[in-house]
């Protein structure tokens, strides 16, 4: 995290970057849109503590969910996460592999992706939005193939070609996708993802769920030591 600048950030921005990447102007910013004030009171909240302890669940899983694994599995691992968020990106190139490896295609586990766009918030919002415009067979590639061009994007300053290029790594219709983003219902999914993962207490991406319990250490040893009890014998 670069805290230099021209003129210098004062101490509340200081803050807010470290606990959640963002100035009090991109808040405010954020807040003056619709699903943006959602994005600006999730990281106000982060800020202050609020939601800082799970309350309930998270949402049941649905058919409009991305997800992989077998839907039978006898265990679900939700993951929040947001496409611009690096901690996230390491979790999927380095962490999912093995996830996959060893209890996805076993069939011991389901994953499920949901959405906790962090800042930028125009790039997180739009990756967030295209991964659910896709056919559900390509939704995994496609964050897959965002996460990979994460660090490029992030160099070049979040271009579109990061986004596009991803819908046409994954071979999806591109102007089928931009007027699926366009759509009120995608902007509803995604207010949904948000307000559910706030209501669990999500503060951080990523956070992971194993069967709807928070999980303390989203690391591949602490997913072993979660997921060993839940499926042996099974």
Known sequence: LDLASDPPLDQEDILLLLAVGMTRAEIDRGLATSLGETVGLEALSALTGAAAAQTVPPPPVTASDRTIGRADAPVTLILYASMTCPHCAQWIRYVLPEVKARWI????????????????????????????CVAPDR?????????????????????????????????????????????????????????????????????????????????????????????EGR
Request: hydrophobic share 50%; proline share 7%.
């Open 105 to 132: 295609e076993p069939g011991h586990v389901r994953l499920v992706f949901r959405d906790l766009p962090t800042a930028p918030a125009e790039a997180a919002l739009r990756a967030a939005y295209t991964s659910r």
């Open 139 to 231: 939704a995994f590639p496609l964050i897959e193939t965002l996460y990979a061009g994460q660090d490029l994007a992030y160099a070049a300053g979040w271009p579109d070609a990061w986004i596009d290029g991803a819908i046409d790594a994954i071979g999806a219709d591109r102007e089928a996708v931009t007027a699926c983003v366009a759509n009120a219902a995608t902007e509803a999914g995604l207010r949904a993802d948000m307000v559910g993962a706030r209501n669990a207490g999500v503060r951080v991406a990523p956070t992971i769920f194993i069967d709807g319990v928070a999980l303390a250490d989203p690391s591949l040893f602490g997913l072993a030591e979660a997921l060993h009890p839940l499926i």
